[in-house]
């Protein structure tokens, strides 16, 4: 059996919560003041998933940066691989809001979409 | 001198929504002045994710929700100048402003809508000692930098002030490469929302030190370090408690403050806690036809809610223009709204029960953090409100719903009173 200690962020309450965990199944989740925060550890320590925002070099617009995201949630543990893939990147302009900037992120799958309209200069 | 209906001064989330609103209601002449190379305001440099979840239902970035609303803007065909600069307002509604095109020039508007947003509070507030050097940013600033022009304001980076923007930044500096060694906050606790502090520190192992300030700052050229050290309660450093960090960035995320010098030069009176104009329900400030909404009338935590406000402010601004807004001299009478107890402020700070609608949500801050509590709204002595709170927080923006059946249920009405109780 092994406990760990998560901080819920559904409210501003922020309950410390601890989790027992008998190797990656969760057995009880203690600390929590309602249902949400139960589900919240559940899915933290199961499957923690994150939304990565980042910018990518814009060649020939009116902005030097475009603004982007993953389209959908990827694992956590792949956020700074996302990050790093976004590097190597540059687009021309015009870009459009929701133009695939990457197809498949870091092998996640999921594509990277500009958040951002940028016009030609 | 060009003729408009209403002028908007401010082409960010809360110009655009009140624009949009003020349009739908029926108003032709309505126009944006934007002093910023596109509209969007902040929004555009917000390039996280967990915008509009109140207004669209999903999840957007800063940019997307601009977009969403600049999309509107352009259906409408709303006219908008850029690059403009808004130089004074008069008592009788002639806008001063100038650009590159036209130079400069005056409006004459029949409303006014102040949406000028807010600035960030600078070095210059908090009584740093040590020398000035090159790499002390304000964390708007350095989100700026980072995500529109594409630079890097440094390498190791300290962050004072535990607000949202401070652990955004937090976050993006140690995605583009930086070390972020610490985030140091003065109070007990965060400004901040606890997604942000868990997703922007805890996820990259970033610690955040409470009741602590930067009491020296080292480096004559450029930044070479800061010293940290523990506070007690009343904000003094406790010495023997001060440590070095090494750094080469400083980011100072210690506060907004609502941008008013045009409503104040034009005689708007101002709240001093919020340092926003005082606004009855319809957020008209004390002078006729001029309205206020957004972080211009109070600092907010979300931008939905700056959007519901502003279309608050341009419905009530149309209704104006309209001359369907019943003016005091009709027998229109106000009731104002006081605070005890634990509140700070309420926006508005007066109500007309004739002029409000059916629901009005009156939005407010505490003082301090406090568990178990009840926020109470009296009419005179009788209580009609009685809200369990499990935490309010200063961080945490709170509001209350009053109905206009229950304010004309008091016709003899004198006060209403919002405040903290013990539940």
Redesign the interface.
């Known amino acids: 059996m092994e406990e760990k200690k ?9 309950c410390a919560l601890t989790v027992a965990m008998r190797g990656n199944e969760i057995e009880a989740v203690k600390g929590n ?1 309602c249902r949400r925060g139960e589900i919240y550890a559940r899915k933290e320590l199961t499957n923690p998933t ?2 990565v ?3 990518v ?1 814009v060649l020939k617009g009116c ?3 475009v ?1 982007v ?1 993953t389209k959908e949630d990827v694992p ?1 543990e792949k ?2 691989d996302c ?1 790093k893939v976004l590097k190597e990147v540059t687009v021309e302009a015009p870009v459009r ?1 929701g133009d695939v900037i990457v197809d498949d992120a870091a092998g996640t799958g999921v594509s990277i979409i500009a ?3 940028v016009r030609r200069a | 001198m060009e003729n408009y209906d209403i002028v908007i001064i401010g082409g960010g989330p809360a110009g655009l929504a009140a624009a949009v609103s003020a349009r739908e209601q029926g108003i032709d002449r309505v126009l944006i002045l934007e002093r910023d190379r596109e509209l969007g305001g902040i929004l ?1 440099q917000c ?3 967990g915008f509009g979840l109140h207004t669209f239902k999903e ?6 929700y601009a ?1 969403r609303f600049i999309a509107q803007v352009e259906e409408h065909n709303i006219e908008y100048k850029l690059n403009t600069m808004v130089m004074d307002i008069s008592r009788d509604k002639v806008v001063t402003a100038m650009n590159r095109e036209e130079g400069l020039f005056e409006i004459q508007a029949k409303a006014v809508i102040l949406a000028m947003g807010c600035r960030e509070r600078a070095r210059g507030a908090l009584n740093i000692p040590g020398y000035r050097p090159a790499g002390i940013f304000s964390a708007g600033t350095a989100q700026r930098l ?5 630079y890097m304001p440094g390498r190791e980076v300290v962050i004072l002030g535990s607000g949202d923007i401070g652990l955004i930044m937090a976050r993006r500096m140690t ?2 490469g930086a070390r972020v060694k610490v985030v140091a906050e003065l109070m007990p606790y965060s400004g901040g ?3 942000n ?3 922007c520190l ?2 990259y192992g970033i610690p955040l030190k409470l009741s602590h300030t930067v009491v020296d700052i080292k480096g004559k050229e450029r930044l070479e370090g800061i010293t940290l050290a523990e506070v007690d309660g009343k904000g003094k450093p406790i010495p023997g408690t001060e440590e070095f960090y090494s750094c080469d960035t400083l980011l100072l995320s210690v506060g907004l403050i609502p941008e008013n010098e045009l409503s104040g030069g034009m005689g708007v009176e101002l709240n001093p806690v919020t340092s926003g104009p005082r606004v009855n329900e319809s957020l008209e400030t004390n002078i006729e036809g001029v309205f206020a909404c957004g972080n211009v009338l109070h600092v907010h935590d979300l931008v939905d809610f700056v959007s519901e406000e502003a279309k608050a402010a341009g419905k009530n601004a149309a209704a104006y223009v309209l001359n369907r807004y019943p003016q005091h001299a009709d027998g229109a009478k106000c009731v104002p709204l006081k605070v005890e107890a634990g509140v700070r402020y309420t926006v508005p700070e007066k109500i007309c029960p004739e002029r409000m609608e059916d629901q009005l949500k009156v939005r407010f801050r505490v003082g301090n953090v406090y568990k178990n509590c009840c926020i109470s709204v009296y009419f005179d002595d009788k209580r009609i409100i009685h809200k369990k709170k ?4 200063p ?2 923006m709170e509001e209350v719903v009053l109905t206009k059946e229950q304010l004309l249920e008091v016709p003899a009405l004198q006060t209403i009173i919002v405040k903290l109780e013990e539940a």
């Not at chain 1, 998560?6 to 922020?14: F, Q, Y």
């Not at chain 2, 499990?390 to 927080?393: E, L, P, S």
Request: aromatic fraction near 0%; charge should be negative; glycine fraction near 8%.
């Open positions: 998560l901080i819920c962020i559904n409210c501003p309450l922020g003041t994150r939304i925002t980042s910018t070099r902005d030097h940066m603004s995201k956590k956020v700074l990050v809001i958040t951002k309209d | 555009n390039i996280h994710n999840e957007l970035t800063g940019p997307e977009g980072v995500n529109m022009e594409g995605l583009e929302l606890k997604r502090i868990v997703q805890d996820d499990a935490v309010v927080a961080g945490e």
